[in-house]
């Protein structure tokens, strides 16, 4: 556990909407991450951030944005929610400083978008 | 082609015996391989990471990596009912993407008492 918490934890929205959904963490880590995942997948990467204001895509990327203004927050916007966003998101960081080559993976957050 | 792929599922196995995951991977310049278990509903947790060829043991858990055959595996030996989850292999590459990982899309292993 590296004290990394997401907000909300559940969200139901309708389509349309904007979503910002939070990630905070108390560690110093200098990576973050966002990623979903969907029944019958493992975690597929949305974006990426290796230091305040530096993110990058992942690999689904589109229909996200993402920005980090301080160290230990994260956040991710979907612009205008649609229905295949609907999945669980984690938030992640690592730490590429420590010994221990550790990804740590916050709670999640379930997105129903209806 | 996908980056990482897992034995699909799900396994199951009798309690006491040896449960076998593994994973290939494409990106020859992966440099870390990773072993995370995922129980329902929760998030997925470190149990195994591997660096260079050969076994890597850890109690129950023994993580076997061949980067000349782009595979890695993770064998839990005495397998218990506490053992059922999703089993992520996740790779790391080298250089430019050495803060990137890459996860298979999980095998699930169920232990059967």
């Known amino acids: 556990d590296a004290g990394i918490t997401q907000s909300p934890r559940h969200k139901v929205t309708e389509t349309g909407t904007p979503v910002t959904l939070r990630c905070h963490q108390t560690?110093?880590?200098?990576?973050m991450y966002w990623y979903r995942q969907d029944p019958g997948h493992g975690l597929r990467l949305i974006h990426y951030s290796y230091g305040v204001k530096d993110t990058d895509k992942g690999e689904v990327s589109d229909g996200y944005s993402v920005s980090r203004s301080k160290t230990e927050d994260f956040l991710l916007t979907l612009e205008s929610a649609t229905s295949s966003q609907t999945s669980v998101y984690f938030c992640a960081t690592y730490n590429d400083r420590a010994p221990t080559d550790t990804q740590y993976f916050g709670p999640g957050t379930r997105l129903t978008v209806l | 082609q996908k980056e990482v792929e897992q034995n699909s599922g799900p396994l199951s196995v009798p309690e006491g015996a040896i449960a076998s995951l593994n994973c290939t991977y494409s990106?020859?310049?992966?440099?870390?391989f990773f072993w995370y278990r995922q129980y329902s509903g929760k998030s997925p947790e470190l149990i195994m990471s591997?660096?260079?060829?050969g076994d890597k043991e850890d109690g129950r858990f023994t993580a076997q990596l061949n980067k000349a055959s782009q595979y890695v595996s993770l064998l839990i030996r005495d397998s218990q009912p506490s053992d059922s989850a999703t089993y992520l292999c996740?790779?790391?590459?080298?250089?430019?993407?050495?803060?990137?990982?890459?996860f298979g899309d999980g095998t699930t292993l169920t232990v059967k008492p």
């Open positions: 591997i660096y260079s060829n």
């Open positions: 996740a790779v790391r590459g080298g250089g430019t993407n050495a803060g990137k990982s890459t």
């Open positions: 560690e110093n880590h200098r990576y």
């Open positions: 990106d020859r310049g992966s440099q870390s």
